[in-house]
C-alpha cells in the first residue's frame, strides 16, 4: 500500500477504496460487484452500487444509482435545473469498472466533470474499449472537460488492489455464481488471477 | 410517403461489395503433393489469427486441366521490407520448400452477405457464414406480422401526441408471440422549453408533427392549447425539443423555473418503459425477487416520488386508450411464462433512440426494435452510431424503421 500511496495524489486512491467498497456491498447481494461513488470539493455527496438482480432492471448500474441518489437529494432541495447542471460539472466519478456505453453516455448528458475508472470493460465499455463516448469531437459529450482516466499500469494496479480487497473481505463467502459474474462482467482479471494465486481456488 | 413500410436497419452500414478493405498477404505457388505438408507447419508458426474467415490455399485451374495452387505464408509487413521481418521459421519452410513468394491481396473482414462473399472470392477464397441468429423479420414480415407492427406503432405515435403539453418520444413494449402490450412510457425529462434559444428542427418528422399538431388542434382531437394553456401558454413552437432522445444534452440549458415539477434528464422513454417492464415482472413473480414486501404499485409511485403535484408519471398501462385490440400485459394469459428480462419482447419508439437508450435496450435483451423517425444528431441505431453492429455485445437486436403515412399526422389514428 506504501508504494501505491506515492503513486497517486491521495483523494484518488481513497475514493476508489470507497468505490470498492460499494463493490463489495454488491457482493454481498450477488449483484455483480460494481461500485462508484461520486465527489464534489474533495467530499463524497453520492454512492452506488449494482442492483441489477434485485430491481430485475438491467439497467441498474452503480452509477446510475448514484446519479439518482444525487437528483432525489437536489429535487429535495428544490435545485433548478440550471443549478444541478452547475453542480454535476464540478462533480467527479470514481468506479472500479469502465463505466458502460449506457452509463458513459448518462455521465456525458448529465455533463459530469471527471471519470476515474480501474478496469476496462472490453465487452461494454463506453470510454475507449468500444466506443469513445468521452471524447467525441461532433458533441461535447463531457463538458467541462475530458474525463481523466487511468493508464493501463495504474489500471493494472488498482485491479490487484481491487483483487485483494475482494479476496481478503470473500474468500469464504463467494458463490460459484459471484465468480461467474466476476468473469464475465467485470473483466477484472487480476482478480481472477489473484484469487488463483493467493486463494488455490479452481476458477 | 402514403403507405406503411418495415426497413431493416442492418448491422453495418452499406457498402459496395467490390470496395471491402483488403489486408496484403505473402504468398506463393506452391507443388501441389505438399499442399498438406505446408498447411499444416504454417498453421503452426504462422497463424492467421484475424483473418479467420481467408482460406489457407488459393486453388486455380489452368490450361490443360491441371490445378495450380498457392498458400498464404503470412501477413505482409506494413514496411517494404518484406523478407527481412518475415518470421524466421517462415523463412525456413521457403527456403527448404524453395518458394517464390509474393504479395497480394485479401479481404479484411468476414462477409456479411452473399454478394460481399462472392466479390471477396475473386481476390482470394474467403469462408462465408450467414448469421447464426435469426430473427423473425430480417428477412421480411407476412401480412398479418406486418399489420400488427403497423397497430403498434401507430399506437405509441398516439402516445407521443397525447403526453402532456408538448411531443415527446414514446415507447411500447410489446410481447409479440401473443401480440400485447407490456407496457408504455413516455419520456420524462420534463424538457418543456421556452421557444427563445431552440434549436431550428428541419427534419422532416418534426415537420410532420408540427403538422399534426395543427391539424390535430383545429380538429380538437387533441387538444393540446386548451388543456395546458395555464403552464405552457406558447407550446405550438416547441415541437419536438421535447423528445429527449433528440436533444440528451439540452435539458442543463433549462432557463425557467421548473423546480416545482418533477423532471429527470436521464428518464428517456426507454428508460423509463425498462424500468416499468421490471416492476411488472417483479409484481407478476414476486417469489424470485429479494424484495418481496414492496408491492407494484409502491415500485411504480417510486419514481414520481419528489411527491410533486405536477407527476408526469406515465409508465404504467392503465394509461392505455381505449384500442380494444391492444390489451393489458397484467393479469392476463402471459402469466405463465416468465421471460428473463425483455427476452423476446419488441421495443416500438417514435424516435430513434440516443446512445443511452440503446444501450439500455441491449441490457436488458430486447429482441426487436422499431422506430419510426431517425434521429440525426444523436441516434444510436444507424444515425450517429450503430449499436447493433458492436459484436462484442453480449446481446444483440434487430432493428427496423417503420416508414408511416403522412396522413397519420392529420388525423386520429
Same mark, same amino acid.
Given at each position: ?25 454488491? #457482493?454481498?447481494?450477488?449483484? =455483480?460487484? =460494481?461500485?462508484? =461513488? ?56 470514481? =468506479? ?13 448528458? #448529465? ?30 459529450? #463531457? ?11 495504474? #489500471? ?48 | 410517403?402514403?403507405? %406503411? ?13 467490390? /470496395? ?23 498453421? /503452426? ?33 506494413? *514496411? ?16 527448404? +520448400? ?13 462477409? &456479411? ?6 466479390? /471477396?472470392?475473386? &481476390? %482470394? ?14 428477412? @421480411? ?23 402532456? *403539453? ?25 424538457? $418543456? +422549453? ?6 431550428? &428542427? ?59 415539477? +418533477?423532471?429527470?434528464? &436521464? ?24 424484495? /418481496? ?25 392503465? *394509461?392505455?386508450? $381505449? ?7 397484467? @393479469?392476463?394469459? $402471459?402469466?405463465?411464462?416468465?421471460? +428473463? ?9 417514435? %424516435? ?25 444528431? !444523436? @441516434? !444510436? ?33
Amino acid at each position: 500500500m506504501s508504494s501505491l500511496g506515492e503513486e497517486y495524489p491521495d483523494d484518488t486512491l481513497t475514493f476508489m477504496l470507497l468505490a470498492m467498497e460499494q463493490a463489495k456491498v454488491a #457482493i454481498d447481494c450477488l449483484e =455483480v460487484p =460494481v461500485g462508484c =461513488v461520486i465527489v464534489e470539493d474533495g467530499k463524497v455527496i453520492a454512492s452506488g452500487r449494482n442492483r441489477t438482480t434485485e430491481t430485475r432492471n438491467a439497467t441498474r448500474h452503480a452509477e446510475m444509482e448514484a446519479i439518482d441518489t444525487l437528483l432525489e437529494q437536489w429535487r429535495e432541495k428544490r435545485l433548478s435545473q440550471s443549478e444541478v447542471a452547475k453542480t454535476f460539472s464540478k462533480c467527479k466519478l470514481y =468506479v472500479t469498472c469502465e463505466p458502460c456505453i449506457m452509463c458513459a453516455a448518462a455521465l456525458s448528458f #448529465i455533463g459530469i466533470k471527471e471519470v476515474f475508472y480501474g478496469c476496462g470493460n472490453d465487452k461494454f465499455g463506453g470510454c475507449g474499449s468500444i466506443l469513445s463516448l468521452h471524447s467525441s469531437s461532433s458533441e461535447p459529450l #463531457i463538458s467541462g472537460g475530458a474525463p481523466r482516466v487511468f493508464t493501463s499500469r495504474e #489500471i493494472l494496479m488498482l485491479q490487484s488492489l481491487i483483487g485483494l480487497l475482494l479476496n481478503r473481505q470473500h474468500n469464504e463467502q463467494c458463490s460459484n455464481k459471484v465468480l461467474d459474474f466476476l468473469k464475465v462482467c467485470t473483466s477484472l482479471s487480476s482478480i481472477l488471477q489473484d484469487f488463483k494465486t493467493e486463494s488455490g481456488w479452481k476458477l | 410517403m402514403d403507405t %406503411w413500410q418495415i426497413l431493416h436497419i442492418p448491422d453495418n452500414p452499406p457498402i459496395a461489395p467490390d /470496395q471491402q478493405p483488403t489486408v496484403d498477404v505473402i504468398a506463393s505457388l506452391i507443388d501441389p503433393k505438399f499442399a498438406n505438408t505446408l498447411v499444416r507447419r504454417l498453421n /503452426q508458426i504462422s497463424p492467421l489469427e484475424n483473418l479467420r474467415h481467408v482460406k489457407r490455399v488459393k486453388k486455380k485451374f489452368v490450361e490443360g486441366g491441371k490445378t495450380q495452387l498457392s498458400v498464404i505464408l503470412c501477413l505482409a509487413s506494413e *514496411n517494404g521490407n518484406q523478407l527481412e521481418s518475415m518470421q524466421n521459421d517462415v523463412q525456413e519452410l521457403m527456403n527448404s +520448400y524453395k518458394l517464390s513468394p509474393f504479395i497480394t491481396k485479401v479481404c479484411k473482414y468476414a462477409a &456479411l452477405s452473399k454478394e460481399e462473399w462472392e466479390e /471477396q472470392c475473386k &481476390l %482470394w477464397p474467403t469462408s462465408y457464414h450467414p448469421p447464426t441468429y435469426n430473427i423473425d423479420g430480417i428477412t @421480411g414480415f407476412s401480412e398479418e406480422d406486418s399489420q400488427s407492427v403497423f397497430r403498434f406503432m401507430k399506437y405509441a405515435i398516439q402516445l407521443a401526441k397525447s403526453s402532456d *403539453n408538448l411531443v415527446v418520444n414514446a415507447a411500447v413494449i410489446v410481447d409479440p408471440s401473443v401480440k400485447q402490450v407490456i407496457t408504455t412510457a413516455c419520456d420524462q425529462t420534463c424538457s $418543456s +422549453y421556452s421557444p427563445t434559444n431552440k434549436i431550428t &428542427l428541419e427534419t422532416s418528422c418534426c415537420e410532420k408533427l408540427e403538422a399534426f399538431i395543427s391539424h390535430s388542434d383545429s380538429d380538437g382531437v387533441l387538444n393540446h392549447q386548451t388543456v395546458h394553456s395555464n403552464s405552457f401558454p406558447d407550446k405550438s413552437k416547441q415541437l419536438c425539443t421535447g423528445v429527449s432522445c433528440l436533444y440528451p444534452w439540452q435539458w442543463a440549458d433549462q432557463q425557467s423555473d421548473m423546480s416545482s415539477c +418533477y423532471w429527470h434528464p &436521464l428518464r428517456h422513454a426507454a428508460i423509463v418503459a425498462i424500468e416499468s417492464s421490471a416492476a411488472r415482472d417483479r409484481y407478476l413473480f414476486p417469489s424470485l425477487g429479494k424484495i /418481496q414486501d414492496k408491492s407494484f404499485e409502491m415500485d411504480n409511485m417510486q419514481s414520481s416520488s419528489a411527491g410533486s403535484p405536477a407527476k408526469r408519471q406515465k409508465t404504467n398501462s392503465t *394509461n392505455v386508450h $381505449s384500442d380494444d385490440n391492444l390489451t393489458n400485459g397484467e @393479469g392476463s394469459s $402471459s402469466l405463465s411464462a416468465r421471460p +428473463y428480462l425483455c427476452t423476446g419482447f419488441d421495443m416500438y419508439l417514435v %424516435w430513434e433512440p440516443c446512445i443511452m437508450c440503446a444501450m439500455a435496450l441491449v441490457h436488458q435483451r430486447i429482441r426487436r426494435i422499431f422506430f419510426a423517425f431517425p434521429n440525426p444528431d !444523436a @441516434g !444510436a441505431l444507424g444515425s450517429v452510431h450503430r449499436l447493433q453492429g458492436e459484436t462484442s455485445l453480449n446481446h444483440h437486436y434487430a432493428v427496423f424503421r417503420v416508414l408511416v403515412p403522412q396522413q397519420i399526422f392529420s388525423r386520429e389514428g
